[in-house]
């Protein structure tokens, strides 16, 4: 008879809910980088490269919602082979990454999160409203 060995994987989540307000990005940063750098997480394969951008792309998908759909949730899901951003807002518009040029002042925002995820995706929420999601593997 053979013995099955179950392996627990740790997961966290953790939701926030942020106001229509141009400080929320700044405010969505700090509790990011709180939220990451607690102790317990640093067993889950986070180092400072992967809170810096998680950082980052938390902070442009918060400016784009806050902007663009008023009141934004911000939740942040990290298991042992993933972390995991998502913002939720009440647009319906559905953001687009547009052509990078010399002296655009914005439009690099969704770019920048592209390329640090491995997986990002923009959802329809039912009731109205997106989800966009950006995954980074650990």
Known sequence: MRAHRRTHRRSVRV???LPDEAESAGRARKLTSQFLARPGR???????????????????LVTNATRH????????????????????????????VRALTT?????????????????????????GGKRVRAVLAL
């Not at 640093?42 to 442009?60: F, K, N, Q, Y």
């Not at 911000?74 to 993933?82: E, F, G, K, M, Q």
């Not at 002296?103 to 009731?127: K, T, Y």
């Open 15 to 17: 939701e926030y809910l």
């Open 103 to 127: 002296w655009g002042e914005s439009g690099r925002g969704l770019a920048m999160v592209r390329c640090l995820a491995q997986r990002f995706d923009i959802d329809p929420v039912s009731g």
């Open 42 to 60: 640093r067993t889950a394969g986070l180092d400072a490269e992967h809170i810096g951008d998680a950082t980052l792309i938390v902070s442009e």
């Open 69 to 96: 759909g008023g009141t934004c949730r911000l939740r942040l899901h990290v298991s042992d082979t993933r972390l995991t951003v998502e913002v939720y807002d009440d647009s319906p518009g559905r953001p687009r």
